[in-house]
C-alpha cells in the first residue's frame, strides 16, 4: 500500500514528507493505522545525527498509538480493531530477560531493531523498490506501519490515543523508574532532577508509590509549575549547590530516593550525592552524549548509596503500559498537562523546533 511518512533523507536537514511503500504484514506481524505520535528527542537526536549508530533513509518516530489494521500469520495477542501503543522495547515473553522480573530489557529482535531491519532482517518499507529501514523498530511518523505483535501494547479502547501514545516512551519511562525500577516506598522522601516528560512521570510515579515528600529540580519555573500539578511538594531552580540544598532539606542526611531525567552527567552525579547515606539509590534515566563518563566519588558508595540505570522505566511493555492507562483511565495520572501541541504529519519539523524551543512537554503529531 501506498503510505506517506516522515523521512529523514540526510542528516541535520529536515524531515521530508513522501509517499513510501508499506508491504503485507508478514507472519508475527501486524500493520498498524496510526492515530496519534508524540515527537520525542530520540527522533532528534537520531535526526541532528549526533546518534553514532543513526542511519538513513529511514522513517523516524516512535511515540505511537494506533488501531491494528490487519494482521499475519500466527499473530494471536492482537486483533483488527484494537487499540495498541507501539514499543520500543519490546516484551517477548520468552527470552531470558522476559521470564526474569528483574529487567525489561527483552532480547528477542534486538540485534535486527537496531540495524533498522524487522525480525526476519527484511524491510517492509521501500521506495521506488530500494528499502527503506525501520527506526526503532517503530517508524511512527507514517500513516500506517508494519511492527512485531511482540511489540505492541494492546489498551483499553476507551483511552484517548492522542493521549495513550505518550505511554510509549516518556511518561512510562518516568512512572516505571518511580515505581518499577526504584519501587519507592510509601512515605519516602524522593528527588526528581528534570520536569521534562520523563522527570514529571518520576514525580507523577513517586506520588503513586505513596511518597511523602517530592522535590523536584529544574531550570524553567514554568516546568516546576507542572511538576507540583503532578505532585511534588516542593521545587528547586537547580544549580551547583543542590545537593547541600537537598541535604539541608533532609535534616542533613539526604533522600531515600533521587532520579535523574535530564542527560546531563553532571546532574547525574548530583543526583548520587543527594541520595540519602545508608541506602539512598539514585535512578537514572538520562541518556548522556556519546563519550560522557559519570563521575562519583567512591565513598558515596561506600557509605551506602546506591546507582541504578533504568530503560523505559523497566517496564515490560505489553503487560504494564496498559495497566498504567488503566491508572490514567482512572483518574491517577493527570496527562492532559504534557500535551502542549497539536500537529500533523507536514508540521513535524515543527515539532522539533518546538522540542529545541522548550516550547511545551510534547507535540503530538495527529494522522487525519
Ligand atoms: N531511559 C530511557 O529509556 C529514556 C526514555 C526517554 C528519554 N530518556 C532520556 O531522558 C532524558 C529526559 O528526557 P525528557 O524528554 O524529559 O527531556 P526534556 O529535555 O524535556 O527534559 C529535561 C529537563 O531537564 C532540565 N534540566 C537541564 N539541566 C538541568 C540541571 N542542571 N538541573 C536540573 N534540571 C535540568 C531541563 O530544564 C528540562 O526541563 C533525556 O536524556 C532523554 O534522552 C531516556
Ligand atoms: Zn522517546
Ligand atoms: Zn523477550
Known sequence: MKIRAAVLESFDAPLEVQELDLAEPEPGEVLVRLVACGVCHTDLYTASGADPSGYSPTVLGHEGAGVVERVGDGVTSVAQGDHVVTLFSPQCRECIHCRDPRTNLCLAIREQQNQGYLPD???RLSRDGEAIRHFMGTSTFAEYTVMPEI??????????????CLFACGLSTGL?????????E???????????????????????QGAERIVCVDLSDDRLELARGQGATDTLLGGPETVQQIVDMTGGFGADYTFEATGNVNVMRQAVESARMGWGLATVCGVAGKGE????????????????????GGVKGRDQVPQLIDRYLAGDIDVDPFVSHKLTLDDVNRGFELMEAQDGIRSVIEFA
Open 121 to 123: 532482517g527484511t524491510t
Open 151 to 164: 511489540a505492541l501494547a494492546k489498551v483499553a479502547p476507551d483511552a484517548p490515543l492522542d493521549r495513550a
Open 293 to 312: 563518563t559519570l563521575d562519583v566519588v567512591p565513598r558515596f558508595l561506600i557509605t551506602g548509596r546506591r546507582v541504578a540505570g533504568s530503560s523505559f
Open 176 to 184: 516505571g523508574a518511580a515505581m518499577n525500577t526504584a519501587k519507592v
Open 186 to 208: 510509601p512515605g519516602s522522601t524522593c528527588v526528581v532532577f528534570g520536569a521534562g516528560m520523563v522527570g514529571l512521570g518520576a514525580v507523577a510515579g513517586c506520588r503513586l
